[in-house]
Every structure is written in structure tokens, then in C-alpha cells.
């Protein structure tokens, strides 16, 4: 049956479920969505258990919108809207998504808005066709949403136009009567960096992550030319656990390939997908070092990216459903879960995630409806690599600031833009407001504003305790005076040249470029200063070098190479990784429901995949594998 013939059946099914006087005018299949489009909202608004009932019997994700003619032009609802709800509310802003029909109204006071038993919010509904959804304005604004919220309203016809033949193609009948499932391993696999899997059927092909590996000048690019992936065009997806360029950095780079898919990601790992990824090629730019792809190919991955929220269950092909849960690594970080064919098989890739609460987020998913292989990242994977508690790791870093500030000295933290950075600002800001460190400024370089920014924006992504503190005890953290942005090249010119006590935190997390390699050169001679490690260092960074205790680096600096003399004194702080240590690995993977058959490691170096996979096997008997990259498992 052609996916018109399919639609039309629907069309009519639908009619015949509905109650006498509701209408439907289309319905239309748009990436994993089917849509119903309504010529009269309103109806359906009144009619609230129709579509709940709908899509349980027709086993689809199912969204109603109102009929394209039915909404009126932004203009117009902007204008509307002010005119029902009142001024206090504080409206800040109006975000139209012409992909779902609906109007994002920040608002300061988003109660308001929606009124007595939603009274207002009903009242907007009814008379400007769009679906208004309120939400409370972030408390930081973030260029990187504004801009990515834009782009795709400018682009609303071409992605509608995108999301029909993608969804077509999910849609379509299922062709092999054959059964097997696969795993193929393309990167990451003993290494960490160029994170990327390729999961095949008969019928389908997704790549799951496709990350570079950043330290790296040969092999940063994960095994995309093998027989299997190509030509790229024929992959039926790419699903990201999170925006870490380890996992996303050359995602554009299949856009310039031929790729034409979709890609699914949370929206908050859209959001800073697209932020870092700029900064990738801005960095490689300023290094002299190639370009893989340009910044058109970032916006045409924006284009192509479909997002889902944790727990939605979604069909992205004919015999795949994924599912995203909290992986606790960092914001919007997912654990990915596929069911395969009818109840065929059951896999989940970890990503990178954390199996502990932080002050950001809770502790990663480890209970899945079912399950029969897991790919779990493996970081700290060594039987010795164990960080001390979250507890001891604040306290070590609070002393280190203490007797660094007191000699004079500044303290530097390279920081990865997303995730340590937001935590160790809510540790110094805790420890200068209860004065157990001095009132000492802290100063944030690269895009570590930005991606604060972009957390407020999706508070539903952070833990609970924080949410309240941003947002009902009036007292964000994040807007403490103690943090000052360094957003201008006068201001970094000042710091390098005026050296004073207080902090630095600055990307990149690896010390692979960026402002960080500024400030080692201005602070590094110096050895009442201090660098302090709070993230993991892969080998061949220069981050791992100065680790090593290198007492000589080399530093590039406009178009040339120096060697600057390293006399600061250099800490590593354990414990603020947003990895699991090798323990929470072991009970993440013991907690876990149901029991996986078959566990497979990766994203840590060989002796770390090769020894919690053995580890997990002699104490769970559970089978185990570390793979190898280029190596293909048979599941089923
Ligand atoms: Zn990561
Ligand atoms: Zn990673």
C-alpha cells in the first residue's frame, strides 16, 4: 500500500471516530508525526479526550493543528494577545512555531496569562487559531535560541516541505521479510572522541552520534566511507545523545555529503549543538587548521533537526521506535533507546551520562520497559578510576581558590562551555556568598555565558532543586554580581595584561584553543597562579601534557608557534566529572531493569573498555564486549 493510499484510510478512519459537527480537513504524515489539521479549533479544544483516544487506536504520535488558513498572520495575534491579557503579566516576547501551529508567550508573570482556570489562555486560543503555549521568560536571554528560533521560522516552508518526505519515508511499508538487527562501530570505540555507531535492519540504517575528535590531526573523523554507511544519502536517520563535539561535531559535515534526513535530538542539545559546532569551525579557522565543512552546513543540519522531549515514544522508520531519557551528563543529554521491529529487539546507547543527582541535573535513567542490549560509555571505565564524592571534590576546590587568592594569584579553569562550567559556578558562588572563599570575581570567557543562558531557557531540563531556586526563590545563582562576562576584546586585553586574585574559567575544557590558551600564556610563568583540571583530559590534548606536569608548551598566537614556560601550579580536582566513576558505572548497570543480555563498552581508552567489560562479566555474568571500531555485532 502506497503511504497515500495509507493516508487516505486514515482520513477516513478519523472521520468515523469523530463526534457529529467536528471536522477534519487533512491529515498528513510530518517526520514521525501524524498531523490532523482542523478547521475549527475550537471544537476540538471543547472535545478534549477525542485525540488521547485517537492515538491510542491508531498507535501513532498524533498532533492537531488548525489549518494553516485558519491562523492568523503573527502580526495580527501579537496585537491579540495584549489586548486580552493584561500588562503585569509582563509579556517579554512572542516565539511562533509554524511547524506545530504554536505561539511561545514569555512571560515575567506567566500565571497571568493563563488566568483563572485558564480562562485567558482560553479566550487566546479561541481567537487567533494558534496553539499558545506560556512559559516563564528565562532570567538570561540566549542569542544562540533567539537566532535558532528565527532561522527556522524563515525557513517554515522549506522544513515543512522537509518534514512531509521525511515523514513519508518513515511511514513507508516494510520491504525485506528477513529479520536481523546490527550493530556497527565507526568511532569511539577504545578512544574517546569521533563517538559514532551505525545500528542497521534490512529496512533501515540509523548512525547514532557522529562526533570528531578534537585533540586529534588524523583521526578525528569517525570510519564514514566504509561500504556500509555509503552513500550517506541512503541513512534513514542520525539521533545525538548530546551536544559535546565528541558526539555531534561532524554531524554538517553529512549535509555536505548528500545526506538528507532527519536528525533527533532534545531541544536543548539543538540549541547548543549549533552554538558549538560555530565555535568549532571558528576555532579551526583562527588555527589555520581545514575547515570540514562550512557554516551553511550548520544551518542546514538546524533545518533537518525534528526534537523530542524525554519519554516520547517515536516512530523514526518502519521498524523502529527511539525513546530519549536523562542521561545526567550534561543539559538535555539523553540516554537513546530503540525498540526494533514488533517486539524484535532492544538496544540503548548510553552516550556519555552520569549516575549521580549534581546541582544540575538528576541522575541517569537505568529502568527501561525493555531492554536486551546496552552500549555504555566507559570514561572511567578502570578498575582505579574512582572520583571522590561530589563533597570532597567542592572542598578540594574551594581550598585551592583559598590559597591561590591569598598568594595573589588567579586561578585558571579550563572548562568545557557546557555542563563543568555551570558547575562549578554554582560551587564558587555558593562558597564566596557564605563567605567561605573571599569576594573574589569570577570570569567567564568563550561561550560559557551564552551556554548559561541556554540552561535558564530549558529549565525543565535541570533538576528540581535548581529549578526552584531560579524561578520561585527569586534567587538564581547564575545572576550573582560575584560572575563578570568577558565580552569584549578591551576587557580580555585587561585581564591578560592586569593580572589580579580571582577566577578564570574559560573554554576550551581540553585546552585545545580558545581563550583558555590566552590566559596560560599571560598566567602560565607565574607560579603564584594555578590551572585546575575539573574535566576529563584525552590523550593528546595539551590539557593531558600539562597534566603530565610538562614544565614547556607550545602555545599558537597570531599565525605563530611559541613556547611558553610553565611554572603555574597545576591540580587536577576529581570528582566534578559529569562521567560516572567506575562505581557508579557498576551499579548503574546493577540497578538496571530489566537485565540486559548483552552489554558492549566504548567511549574510554582501551584499557578502561577492556576492563569494566570484563569487570561486569565476572561479577554479573552478564556477556560482555568491548568492540573495536570498524568491528560489526550480530544482535539478532
Ligand atoms: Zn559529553
Ligand atoms: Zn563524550
Redesign the pocket.
Known amino acids: 500500500m502506497s503511504v497515500e493510499q495509507v493516508l487516505d484510510e486514515l482520513k477516513v478512519k478519523i472521520t468515523k471516530k469523530l463526534p457529529v459537527g467536528v471536522t477534519i480537513s487533512n491529515v498528513e504524515f510530518e517526520g514521525p508525526e501524524l498531523v490532523i489539521y482542523i478547521p475549527e479549533p475550537k471544537k476540538f479544544a471543547d472535545n478534549g479526550d477525542i485525540i488521547r483516544n485517537l492515538a491510542k487506536d491508531l498507535r501513532k504520535r498524533l498532533v492537531v493543528r488548525p489549518d494553516p488558513g485558519v491562523l492568523a498572520s503573527p502580526e495580527v495575534v501579537i496585537e491579540k494577545i495584549s489586548k486580552i491579557v493584561p500588562e503585569d503579566a509582563g509579556i517579554t516576547s512572542h516565539y511562533f512555531e509554524p511547524d506545530t501551529g504554536e505561539v511561545i508567550i514569555e512571560a515575567e508573570k506567566p500565571g497571568i496569562v493563563i488566568g483563572r482556570h485558564g480562562n485567558t489562555l482560553r479566550e487566546i486560543t479561541k481567537e487567533i487559531g494558534w496553539t499558545p503555549k506560556v512559559v516563564r521568560t528565562p532570567p538570561i536571554k540566549s542569542s544562540t535560541v533567539k537566532n535558532v528560533r528565527q532561522y527556522l521560522r524563515d525557513h517554515k516552508d522549506e522544513r515543512k516541505a522537509l518534514l512531509k518526505t521525511m515523514g513519508r519515508k518513515i511511514h513507508r511499508e516494510i520491504s525485506s521479510k528477513d529479520k536481523w538487527v546490527r550493530v556497527t562501530a565507526l568511532g ?1 570505540c577504545r578512544e ?2 569521533r ?1 559514532c555507531f551505525l545500528l542497521s535492519t534490512p529496512e533501515t540504517k540509523v548512525l547514532i552520534d557522529c ?1 570528531v575528535n578534537v585533540g586529534s590531526d588524523d583521526n578525528g573523523t569517525p570510519y564514514l566511507y566504509i561500504p556500509e554507511v555509503t552513500p550517506i544519502n541512503q541513512l534513514d536517520a542520525v539521533i545525538l ?2 551536544a ?1 563535539l ?2 555531534c561535531g561532524l554531524v554538517p559535515l553529512l549535509y555536505k555529503y548528500g545526506f538528507e534526513g532527519p536528525v533527533y535530538c532534545t531541544p536543548p542539545t539543538r540549541d547548543l549543538m549549533a552554538l558549538l559546532q560555530l565555535d568549532f569551525i571558528d576555532v579551526a579557522a583562527k588555527e589555520g587548521k581545514t575547515i570540514p565543512y562550512e557554516s551553511a552546513m550548520i544551518r542546514e543540519t538546524l533545518k533537518h533537526t525534528i526534537t523530542l522531549d524525554y519519554g516520547d515514544v517515536t516512530d523514526i522508520a518502519p521498524d523502529m521506535k527511539l525513546t530519549m531519557h536523562n542521561a545526567g ?1 550534561i543539559i538535555g543529554s539523553s540516554i537513546v533507546h530503540f525498540h526494533v521491529g514488533d517486539g524484535l529487539y532492544n538496544i540503548a546507547f548510553t ?2 551520562y552520569k549516575y549521580e543527582k549534581t546541582r544540575l541535573f538528576d541522575q541517569a535513567v537505568n529502568n527501561f520497559p525493555r531492554i536486551e542490549s546496552i552500549i555504555t ?1 566507559s ?1 572511567y571505565g578502570g578498575s582505579k578510576d574512582i572520583q571522590p564524592s561530589r563533597n570532597e571534590a567542592e572542598l578540594h576546590l574551594q581550598q585551592i581558590v583559598k590559597e591561590t587568592v591569598n598568594r595573589g594569584g588567579t586561578v585558571l579553569i579550563p572548562a568545557f562551555a557546557v555542563g563543568r562550567s555551570q558547575e562549578v559556578m554554582l560551587v564558587l558562588e555558593e562558597a564566596i556568598r557564605l563567605g567561605i572563599v573571599d569576594k573574589i570575581p569570577v570570569y567567564l570567557d568563550g561561550m560559557i555565558w551564552e551556554a548559561t543562558a541556554i540552561h535558564t531557557t530549558y529549565p525543565e531540563y535541570l533538576n528540581s532543586d535548581l529549578r526552584n531556586l531560579i524561578f520561585h526563590k527569586g534567587m538564581n545563582p547564575f545572576l550573582s554580581e560575584c560572575f563578570e562576562q568577558v565580552d569584549s576584546v578591551e576587557k580580555r586585553k585587561d585581564l591578560l595584561t592586569n593580572p589580579r586574585p580571582g577566577v578564570i574559567l574559560a573554554t576550551s575544557g581540553m585546552m585545545n584553543g580558545g581563550p583558555i590558551m590566552e590566559y596560560l600564556r599571560a598566567y602560565g610563568p607565574d607560579a603564584k597562579n594555578s590551572l585546575v583540571f575539573v574535566g576529563y583530559q584525552a590523550e593528546g590534548t595539551m590539557g593531558r601534557r600539562l597534566q603530565k606536569g610538562w614544565s614547556e608548551v607550545p602555545v599558537h598566537h597570531n599565525g605563530r608557534t611559541d613556547t611558553i614556560k610553565i611554572d603555574l601550579q597545576v591540580h587536577t580536582v576529581d570528582g566534578f566529572s559529569g ?1 560516572s566513576d567506575r562505581k557508579q558505572l557498576m551499579s548503574y548497570i546493577k540497578k538496571m531493569k530489566p537485565r540486559p543480555e548483552l552489554i558492549m563498552t566504548e ?1 574510554g581508552d582501551e584499557k578502561s573498555c577492556l576492563d569494566l567489560a570484563s569487570s561486569l562479566y565476572r561479577k554479573y555474568r552478564i556477556e560482555t564486549k568491548a568492540p573495536m571500531n570498524l568491528e560489526t555485532i550480530r544482535l539478532v
Open positions: 569511539g574517546v572522541g563517538s562526533g545523545t548530546h559535546h565528541d558526539h551528563h552516550g556519555d560509555e570514561t562521567h567511549h
